[in-house]
């Protein structure tokens, strides 16, 4: 579990930055986090600011690969993330940005946005590195069987965590177990498209100009539905988002009946996390009975 960074760490963790902006920095303000790390904005006196996002626990290359991922979605596909000023094992120094203003333009561009990077197509599923989802690896070693990859390395991955073992029964495990078997029925073959991996609404914020800023990422290359069933399945946008979706990369006849399967990645990742947390055990039970 992460150690907080209280002002005495954020301080020394400031302090240590090779930076040329760490002399002028005058104040920290905590912002909203995850669970691997805290973020602050870092003012200084001429009103210039930063988002330091940081953990002096983090594995090594939780920043880099975050980083990395980043330039990733924006080199790749045109999409717009932060700009990252500096980045180390323990932390990493971006723009500040604003909230998403929740209005129909800016969800609107937001789908369009999102569509785009499910334009650029890959080689294979996978990456080329692991990654990170949450404090647990996201296991990424590439397949040419999008079925196959899907099974060992986003539902059967989870299965071998001990805290969601311990959540589920026996009964729950095999019905996991013949989703996996029957997911070439469940699911239709789609090609292998770049990912953001973990966008559900607090990972979209916005620029100065209003326009979508994506972060937070947990790349990879996969179906375009399964990146699709994070926002979908968690507290889902208005359906002007997927409209405009629609209009740059059409979907499959079906695909909203397939979003709490292609979910389960993340019900089976929160259990791994947190174990039996309020109702997700229900929600897998749900999705078992759908579709084992």
């Given at each position: 579990m992460r150690r907080p960074l209280g002002a005495d760490l954020v301080t020394a963790l400031w302090k240590s930055l090779p930076s040329a902006v760490v002399p002028g920095t005058v104040d920290a303000e905590p912002l909203s986090g995850g669970a691997v790390n805290d973020v602050w904005r870092l003012s200084q006196a001429d009103g210039t600011t930063y988002v330091l996002k940081g953990s002096l626990d983090a594995p090594p290359d939780l920043f880099p690969l975050e980083a990395a991922g980043l330039r990733a979605l924006h080199e790749r596909a045109g999409i717009r993330t932060?700009?990252?000023?500096?980045?180390?094992?323990?932390?990493?120094?971006?723009?500040?940005?604003?909230?998403?203003?929740?209005?129909d333009?800016?969800?609107?561009?937001?789908?369009?946005?999102?569509?785009?990077?499910?334009?650029?197509?890959?080689?294979?599923?996978g990456w080329d590195t692991d990654g990170w989802l949450g404090l647990l690896p996201q296991e990424n070693g590439p397949t040419a069987d999008g079925h196959e990859f899907f099974a060992e390395r986003r539902l059967r991955r989870y299965l071998r965590e001990p805290k969601a073992r311990r959540a589920l029964s026996p009964a729950d495990l095999a019905g996991l177990?013949?989703?996996?078997?029957?997911?070439?029925?469940?699911?239709?073959?789609?090609?292998?498209?770049?990912?953001h991996g973990d966008l559900w609404r607090g990972n979209l914020v916005a620029d100065a100009a209003g326009e979508p800023v994506f972060i937070d990422p947990a790349v990879c290359w996969l179906w375009a539905e399964s990146d699709l069933s994070m926002i979908y399945c968690c507290d889902p946008p208005p359906d002007r988002f997927f409209h405009a979706y629609e209009e740059i990369s059409p979907l499959a006849d079906g695909w909203r009946d397939r979003m709490p399967l292609l979910h389960l990645r993340e019900h089976l990742?929160?259990?791994?996390?947190?174990?039996?947390?309020?109702?997700?055990?229900?929600?897998?039970?749900?999705?078992?009975?759908?579709?084992?």
């Open positions: 932060p700009r990252v000023f500096e980045v180390s094992a323990h932390h990493l120094l971006m723009e500040t940005l604003r909230p998403r203003p929740d209005t333009a800016f969800w609107e561009a937001a789908g369009r946005s999102f569509a785009t990077l499910h334009t650029v197509r890959g080689e294979h599923f177990e013949r989703i996996c078997e029957r997911l070439p029925q469940l699911v239709p073959a789609a090609p292998s498209v770049l990912n990742s929160v259990l791994a996390h947190f174990g039996a947390y309020g109702d997700t055990v229900a929600r897998v039970r749900d999705v078992v009975r759908t579709f084992s």
